[in-house]
T-cell receptor, first 108, second 116 residues
């Protein structure tokens, strides 16, 4: 897979605030996958995006794939304490090429 | 349907020793990949096995090796352990291999290896 850069590295929000993490690549990506890893846990697949400009929603989570297929974002509306964890984007080639992740901390 | 099972969950080894980690993929999954996770380097791909053949290998020294058995179970071996090998080793299984099918990966709980 292609290398992907993810920002920010950390984000601390109050419960109820929104959160966004961004994933960028210098080259066109064939796909983007998003995973969530809870503290002490393992990565869990959230979603895959493959089409230019694609937008997918899962309850309070909105995933976008850029028109040029070089960037993606994950937006969480009205965060809850259950959203705590590290969110990774990854490009799948013969392997998953992960970004460094964004660690989200939610304070009640 | 049982998930991906990794054993052991925790391991403490001494420098210079070798270690073998095991991964049982989801039933029916033929692709098994291994990743190393550390705070500094994040998640890094080690290698992938599909139908008992190593399909791809990451940028790790030859001390890291693996194999896959006919029942798709996989083992990973690290020889001559170094302090820097301390990490969470994650195994992921997929139904198929390759970029064309854009397959999601199911991760096991991981093996936490500490080298002292």
């Amino acid at each position: 897979g292609q290398q992907v850069m993810q920002i920010p590295q950390y984000q601390h929000v109050q419960e109820g605030e929104d959160f966004t993490t961004y994933c960028n690549s210098s080259t066109t990506l064939s796909n983007i996958q998003w995973y969530k890893q809870r503290p002490g846990g393992h990565p869990v697949f959230l979603i895959q995006l493959v089409k230019s400009g694609e937008v997918k929603k899962q309850k309070r989570l909105t995933f976008q794939f850029g028109e040029a297929k070089k960037n993606s974002s994950l937006h969480i509306t009205a965060t809850q304490t259950t959203d705590v964890g590290t969110y990774f984007c990854a490009n799948r080639g013969y392997a998953l090429n992960f970004g460094k992740g964004t660690s989200l901390l939610v304070t009640p | 349907k049982a998930g991906v099972t990794q054993t052991p969950r925790y391991l403490i080894k001494t420098r210079g020793q070798q270690v073998t980690l095991s991964c049982s993929p989801i039933s029916g999954h033929r692709s098994v990949s291994w990743y190393q996770q550390t705070p500094g380097q994040g998640l890094q791909f080690l290698f992938e096995y599909f139908s008992e053949t190593q399909r791809n290998k990451g940028n790790f020294p030859g001390r890291f090796s693996g194999r896959q058995f006919s029942n798709s179970r996989s083992e990973m071996n690290v020889s001559t352990l170094e302090l820097g090998d301390s990490a969470l080793y994650l195994c992921a299984s997929s139904q198929s291999s390759g970029v064309l099918l854009n397959t999601e990966a199911f991760f096991g709980q991981g093996t936490r290896l500490t080298v002292v």
